[in-house]
């Protein structure tokens, strides 16, 4: 779970998490926050809880630069990236872990576009819908959902996938490389509740053309 200044949701986000319905432990990076969530991992969180650990950065660096810091501390056979916020679903995760077990697949995405599209800004709609075109024509995976948050992996394959991500460009990389290696991606339905920018969402329209980039990028180069 990376997170960088989600003391508001972090809380709440933690305890759904430990109350979903699969066995567990959660890897918690804070990402150099600045807003009490340090603090509060700290004092409440960082060896208070049973199955929860937490590594605290010195800088900022972005959501990939925390989600490849935490890979080395993995101790479970499955990852399972999660947002510090209210967007996703925990309850998600068996959905999510299924094909993982049933050996159906190696890497899982939660698409939340399967059933139509859940409110959410239209120029996070549009870019959404770009970037899982592109992966369908690049890459020749049928894939409606490259930039969801809930990625579910056998940790094995994702520590064979050399990432060099900072920001959000995280998707389109492990996306584009674990394609380019022969995994298949399997898709599952998954819930979603968008959140604002002045509620904390971070992605701005920068990270949209980053993540075309890196997708162009990693079907050229591995």
């Known amino acids: 779970m990376p997170v960088y200044n989600e003391r508001r949701s972090l809380d709440a986000i933690?305890?759904?998490?430990?109350?979903?319905?699969?066995?567990?432990?959660?890897?918690?990076?804070?990402?150099?926050?600045t807003d009490g969530t340090t603090e509060f991992l700290r004092e409440h969180v960082d060896g208070r809880m049973d199955d929860v650990r937490v590594i605290c950065l010195a800088?900022?660096?972005?959501?990939?630069?925390a989600i490849r810091a935490?890979?080395?501390h993995v101790r479970g056979e499955y990852v399972i990236i999660q947002d510090g916020d209210l967007e996703y679903d925990p309850n998600d995760y068996a959905a999510l872990v299924a094909p993982?077990?049933?050996?159906?697949?190696?890497?899982?995405y939660g698409t939340?576009?399967?059933?139509?599209?859940?409110?959410?800004?239209?120029?996070?709609?549009?870019?959404?819908?770009?970037?899982?075109?592109?992966?369908?024509?690049?890459?020749?995976?049928?894939?409606?959902?490259?930039?969801?948050?809930?990625k579910a992996f056998r940790t094995a394959v994702l520590r064979t996938i050399p990432l060099t991500c900072r920001r959000f460009e995280f998707c389109p990389e492990v996306t584009a490389k674990a394609l380019r290696?022969?995994?298949?991606?399997?898709?599952?339905?998954i819930s979603?509740?968008?959140?604002?920018?002045?509620?904390?969402?971070?992605?701005?329209?920068?990270?949209?053309?980053?993540?075309?980039?890196?997708l162009v990028k990693y079907r050229i180069w591995k």
């Open 14 to 33: 933690l305890r759904r998490v430990l109350a979903s319905p699969v066995p567990k432990e959660v890897l918690i990076v804070d990402d150099g926050s």
């Open 59 to 65: 800088q900022n660096g972005g959501k990939g630069a």
């Open 70 to 72: 935490a890979i080395p």
């Open 100 to 108: 993982l077990a049933e050996g159906k697949a190696d890497i899982v």
């Open 112 to 150: 939340r576009f399967s059933k139509g599209y859940p409110p959410m800004r239209i120029a996070n709609r549009l870019i959404n819908i770009l970037l899982a075109a592109m992966v369908r024509v690049l890459f020749g995976a049928p894939m409606t959902d490259e930039a969801t948050c809930y």
């Open 181 to 189: 290696r022969g995994h298949r991606i399997l898709e599952v339905p």
């Open 192 to 214: 979603y509740q968008a959140r604002s920018h002045s509620e904390g969402k971070k992605i701005r329209w920068t990270d949209g053309v980053i993540a075309i980039w890196t």
